[in-house]
């Protein structure tokens, strides 16, 4: 069975809501997702324990600058997402797709932050990660900003999740 949950993107609220999402229905994985700048699929490898809105506001209005998600956390968390084969999947089933080292320092990394700073202190042995998407093109008409369709998005997740799924 497949849960999709939203995570609100307001910056004192993402680590309950992660936390609580996985309390409540004990995945067997946790694949999320989040928009990012590229026209292609991104594999996130590194999450890192830092915000810095600089650019940009969380949509409460924060706009933490230099900020530890958590005091005293880990610098640094890997996937916990076979990346590479994963990344030969995807590629293999015509969707652009790559390895990606850094998950940005906004919204998208505090979430796999706090997603793998859980599993690991709960010692959950599960496979988690994070994988950035393109927008759709919709979103982007007036730009020339990268893009890709929502068919091949979803082709690309789909094969994430069931080769990650045959690993269970």
Same mark, same amino acid.
């Given at each position: 069975?497949?849960?999709?949950?939203?995570?609100?993107?307001?910056?004192?609220?993402?680590?309950?809501?992660?936390? &609580?999402?996985?309390?409540?229905?004990?995945?067997?994985?946790?694949?999320?997702?989040?928009?990012?700048?590229?026209?292609?699929?991104?594999?996130?490898?590194?999450?890192?324990?830092?915000?810095?809105?600089?650019?940009?506001?969380? *949509?409460?209005?924060?706009?933490?600058?230099?900020?530890?998600?958590?005091?005293?956390?880990?610098?640094?968390?890997?996937?916990?997402?076979?990346?590479?084969?994963?990344?030969?999947?995807?590629?293999?089933?015509?969707?652009?797709?790559?390895?990606?080292?850094?998950? &940005?320092?906004? &919204?998208? *990394?505090?979430?796999?932050?706090?997603?793998?700073?859980?599993?690991?202190?709960?010692?959950?042995?599960?496979?988690?990660?994070?994988?950035?998407?393109?927008?759709?093109?919709?979103?982007?008409?007036?730009?020339?900003?990268?893009?890709?369709?929502?068919?091949?998005?979803?082709?690309?997740?789909?094969?994430?999740?069931?080769?990650?799924?045959?690993?269970?």
């Amino acid at each position: 069975m497949i849960k999709v949950e939203e995570v609100p993107l307001r910056f004192s609220e993402i680590r309950g809501t992660i936390e &609580g999402n996985i309390k409540r229905h004990k995945p067997a994985a946790v694949i999320s997702t989040g928009q990012g700048g590229g026209s292609w699929l991104n594999l996130e490898r590194v999450a890192i324990n830092i915000a810095d809105a600089t650019r940009v506001t969380y *949509n409460c209005g924060t706009k933490p600058q230099d900020t530890p998600l958590i005091e005293g956390g880990p610098v640094a968390y890997f996937t916990g997402l076979p990346v590479r084969k994963l990344l030969e999947k995807v590629r293999g089933g015509g969707v652009p797709a790559d390895i990606s080292n850094s998950a &940005g320092a906004f &919204g998208c *990394n505090q979430i796999f932050y706090h997603l793998m700073d859980y599993t690991t202190r709960e010692k959950l042995d599960i496979p988690a990660g994070f994988i950035h998407v393109p927008k759709l093109p919709e979103q982007v008409v007036a730009t020339k900003e990268p893009h890709m369709s929502l068919d091949l998005i979803t082709r690309g997740l789909e094969i994430v999740v069931k080769e990650v799924a045959s690993d269970l």
